[in-house]
T-cell receptor, first 112, second 113 residues
Framework: QQQVKQSPQSLIVQKGGISIINCAYENTAFDYFPWYQQFPGKGPALLIA?????SEKKEGRFTISFNKSAKQFSLHIMDSQPGDSATYFCAASRAGSYQLTFGKGTKLSVIP | KAGVTQTPRYLIKTRGQQVTLSCSPISGHRSVSWYQQTPGQGLQFLFE???????NKGNFPGRFSGRQFSNSRSEMNVSTLELGDSALYLC????????????FGPGTRLTVT
């Protein structure tokens, strides 16, 4: 049972555009939602994370929007750059646990 | 601070053999988690260790095991390798505070032939 559904699988965005990746979860016990960025041959790198007590968190060009009632959260990358081309994973974990449940990933390509 | 290191980076084994992978967490981090990454199943949690104790275990067969040493370094072992065990095995370290950020290493690419 996939507990975190991520879409789209792949995304092509023009340089300077906004990249939007969406995730939905089923387990209402989840209360920590990080996003990771992975380049080929590298391990995932933590980008930004949010907890359900806030609806939005922004760090530089990256913003997480969180909708607790809909059990959805999304990553927005503003002013997308070719260097942002990577695979992005959303994840979730329950209170008191380090077990991250990951979405299947979104391969982002930012074209000049 | 040095990041999470994993050794070896690449490994080729034959079906039926066993393998041991090593992970050194960030200095000061006491929690180590292991994940398996495959194209089909994505990233899946294997287990997490804190202060030499396994705190959580994912849904993998008993052929997958791990341990953590007093210096927080961790090893995972896979016995009786199967072709389906071919994957990128990732280690993540954290301070051990509840839901603190997890930082991943570069992974060990295991190929089973």
């Amino acid at each position: 049972q996939q507990q975190v559904k991520q879409s789209p699988q792949s995304l092509i965005v023009q340089k300077g555009g906004i990249s939007i990746i969406n995730c939905a979860y089923e387990n209402t016990a989840f209360d920590y939602f990080p996003w990771y960025q992975q380049f080929p041959g590298k391990g995932p790198a933590l980008l930004i994370a949010i907890r359900p007590d806030v609806s939005e968190k922004k760090e530089g060009r990256f913003t997480i929007s969180f909708n607790k009632s809909a059990k959805q959260f999304s990553l927005h990358i503003m002013d997308s750059q070719p260097g942002d081309s990577a695979t992005y994973f959303c994840a979730a974990s329950r209170a008191g646990s380090y077990q991250l449940t990951f979405g299947k990933g979104t391969k982002l390509s930012v074209i000049p | 601070k040095a990041g999470v290191t994993q050794t070896p980076r690449y490994l080729i084994k034959t079906r039926g053999q066993q393998v041991t992978l090593s992970c050194s967490p960030i200095s000061g981090h006491r929690s180590v988690s292991w994940y398996q990454q495959t194209p089909g199943q994505g990233l899946q949690f294997l287990f997490e260790y804190f202060s030499e104790t396994q705190r959580n275990k994912g849904n993998f067969p008993g052929r997958f095991s791990g341990r953590q040493f007093s210096n927080s370094r961790s090893e995972m072992n896979v016995s009786t390798l199967e072709l389906g065990d071919s994957a990128l095995y990732l280690c993540a370290s954290s301070t051990g505070q509840v839901q603190d950020e997890q930082y991943f290493g570069p992974g060990t690419r295991l190929t089973v032939t």
